[in-house]
């Protein structure tokens, strides 16, 4: 059974970096054909899709974050991260990661999320 | 970006009842059409794929139908934990989008 966890700080100051890692456990990061997302959701608000990466590496990004985002893979760790840069209040969020899984329907859902984190923004 | 529009953002209706949800979308998304349920504190959980697909596990009282731009959920007979939140979202182009939300509420 796959798990992803998300770790990292619950506290970020304005105008520093956001950085969380996704931990993935029952399967290898790196086999098969999968994508592996960060979205976020603000409380009491919607889901936003930030952005996501291939097993071999290649990024999708929202363009409305696309010039403060970068995602990682380390297939060594079976995990990968999202950095986001120049955080103001409006990024405060609870934060997912997300597999899409492209062996079986494409284009593939999400089918496996992590439990999520809050970051919040604050000084 | 492609905009989703759930209809209604909240609902209120009793166990038992058959209850449809609207997904529109601002232009054609063949039928790349995801449908979510989130609880409260928790992470969204994928009931349906490909606008009519059930995902294995999912109570077969969820049910989903649509093309092109416009999608429905449908729950047959309302349980007692379906009173939560759902979204749909396309995968037919990046940036992948969601609705903003349907809310179901106890009557």
């Known amino acids: 059974q796959v798990q992803l966890q998300e770790s990292g700080p619950g506290l970020v100051k304005p105008s520093q970096t956001l950085s969380l890692t996704c931990t993935v456990s029952?399967?290898?990061?790196?086999?098969?054909?999968?994508?592996w997302s960060w979205i976020r959701q603000p409380a009491g608000k919607g889901l936003e899709w930030i952005g996501r990466?291939?097993?071999?590496?290649?990024?999708n990004y929202n363009p409305s974050l696309k010039s403060r985002v970068t995602i990682s893979l380390d297939t060594s760790k079976n995990q990968f991260s999202l950095k986001l840069s120049s955080v103001t209040a409006p990024d405060t969020a609870v934060y997912y990661c997300?597999?899409?899984?492209?062996?079986?329907?494409?284009?593939?859902?999400?089918?496996?999320w992590g439990q999520g984190t809050l970051v919040t923004v604050s000084s | 970006d492609i905009q989703m529009t759930q209809s209604p953002s909240s609902l209120s209706a009793s166990v038992g009842d058959r209850v449809t949800i609207t997904c529109r979308a601002s232009?054609?998304?063949?039928?790349?059409l995801n449908w979510y349920q989130q609880k409260p504190g928790k992470a969204p959980n994928l009931l349906i794929y490909g606008a009519s697909s059930l995902q294995s596990g999912v109570p077969s009282r969820f049910s989903g139908s649509g093309s092109g731009t416009e999608f429905t959920l449908t729950i047959s007979s309302l349980q007692p934990e379906d009173f939560t939140t759902f979204y749909c979202?396309?995968?037919?182009?990046?940036?992948?989008?969601f609705g903003q939300g349907t809310t179901l509420e106890i009557k």
């Open positions: 232009q054609s998304i063949n039928n790349y």
């Open positions: 029952g399967g290898s990061i790196s086999s098969g054909t999968y994508y």
């Open positions: 990466i291939y097993t071999n590496g290649n990024t």
């Open positions: 997300a597999r899409e899984d492209s062996s079986g329907y494409y284009p593939p859902p999400f089918d496996y």
């Open positions: 979202q396309q995968s037919f182009s990046i940036p992948r989008t």
